[in-house]
């Protein structure tokens, strides 16, 4: 009964059924399960993997290949690479489909950032030409994108989302889950890590999404995805200490200070609350040819916004000070152009911004088409829509005829059942 509350989203009635039987207290297997699938649920992977762990040791003959699936990646969420790759290596000998032989290569491209040896990329490569003789699901191709784009091969990477996109069927892909994003205790988190950097002399404040919505709302967007902070920094040893601050309180994590390389920490780190579920993304800072940056690195590059250099000062919103660019009205019209203080239908940070800087058209281009791959799969046809048109119009992006012609009958398909709701 739990499992199928849990499934259907009904947490409260699951979180009763849990309370009033103890399943949280019981020392079995379908218990440890039940409470991997419900913290899973609400992104607590730290739980999930104490759960799941134990079974693993003491019981894994007796189990199935989703349990393995489900620990393999909550070990990698939380940067734990070392036992991800002991479920994997031991999924690989006991499972001979192509769903753990993409599992391992996914995971060798986490690892190739902490190990980048020449050899390490070798292996990886033939991995991938291995797998591409071998038959799959088109929805398994974006892996064998993501990977090469990790290795630095653009174009490669470009052909096979094209080739996806020739092919793929609306019938084949399945919507993301259901944002379980709750704005009030996520702003709750992120006032908590400013408030404990403050204590350390580290000024720190909203901006991006975060800044928008306490500026127009008083209160963080309910249809926003996490937190965002900014911080003025100046090397990676900055960054390890601020970082450090924060998870001194034990609900806080850091797993990308595990799994991502350096080059990425320098420009974003996402803190993790595990006890309420949520994230705040610290963005950091930098005073390069007479304007600042921040930015998001993708593996191989870096997304960067530009904005004119300023001050911070004190405003009020929501009932609470902050500090803010002392022009935020300026920082938010580079950032969302000066409509910003109306809603809009669709936006999209990563490809609308009018201060993205040209520079950063691969990874731009990295996050498009997988983000158009899901707006297909989540049936959403005005995301479908401002994707293709900002990639043709903004980043001069063509797809081929082939592409073009499949996507044009997705489009007519989306508008059909949107028109049938």
């Known amino acids: 009964m739990t499992l199928t509350a849990i499934v259907h989203k009904e947490l409260s009635f ?23 699938k419900f913290y899973g649920e609400i992104e607590f992977y730290s739980k999930v993997v104490d759960n799941l762990w134990s079974i693993f040791e003491e019981d894994r003959q007796k189990l199935t290949e989703p349990f393995f699936l489900l620990l393999s990646k909550s070990l990698i969420k939380m940067g734990m690479l070392k036992r991800a790759g002991s479920v994997i290596e031991w999924s690989l000998n006991k499972y001979k489909n192509i769903t753990w032989q993409l599992e391992a290569v996914e995971y060798q491209v986490l690892k190739y950032h902490l190990n980048p040896t020449q050899n390490t990329k070798k292996n990886i490569l033939e991995n991938i030409s291995y797998l591409s003789n071998k038959p799959m699901a088109i929805d398994q191709y974006p892996i064998f994108a993501h990977t090469l784009y990790a290795m630095g091969y653009y174009k490669k990477y470009f052909e096979i989302y094209d080739h996806i996109f020739q092919n793929i069927k609306l019938d084949e892909l399945f919507p993301a889950a259901k944002s379980k994003f709750d704005s009030t205790k996520t702003l709750i988190s992120m006032n908590e890590i400013i408030d404990i950097l403050a204590k350390e002399n580290i000024i720190s404040f909203p901006v991006a999404g975060s800044l928008l919505g306490l500026v127009r709302d008083g209160k963080l967007f309910d ?16 960054v390890h200490h601020i970082v450090s601050s924060i998870c001194k309180i034990e609900k806080f994590t850091a797993p990308a200070m595990v799994v991502a390389p350096k080059e990425q920490l320098i420009w974003n780190v996402p803190i993790l609350d595990t006890l309420n579920g949520n994230a705040t993304d610290l963005f950091f800072f930098y005073n390069e040819e007479n304007h600042y940056n921040m930015g998001i690195y993708t593996t191989c590059d870096i997304v960067k916004w530009n904005f004119t250099p300023f001050e911070l000062t004190i405003n009020t919103f929501g009932g609470r000070e902050y500090y803010t660019p002392d022009n935020y009205e300026l920082y938010l019209d580079e950032m969302y152009g000066n409509g910003w203080k109306e809603p809009v239908i669709v936006w999209d940070s990563l490809l609308n911004s009018p201060n993205i800087s040209s520079k950063s058209k691969n990874p731009v281009l990295y996050y498009a088409l997988s983000r158009l791959l899901g707006s297909i799969a989540d049936k959403k046809i005005k995301h479908f829509d401002n994707i293709r048109d900002t990639l043709r119009e903004n980043w001069d992006y063509s797809f081929s005829k082939e592409a073009e012609e499949n996507l044009n009958m997705i489009r007519q398909r989306l508008l059909e059942e949107e028109k049938s709701e």
């Open 223 to 238: 249809h926003d995805k996490d937190a965002d902070i900014g911080l003025f920094i100046e090397n990676y040893e900055q």
């Open 14 to 36: 699951a979180i009763t059924i849990i309370a009033n039987h103890n399943i949280d207290t019981m020392d079995t297997i379908k218990s440890k399960i039940v409470m991997s």
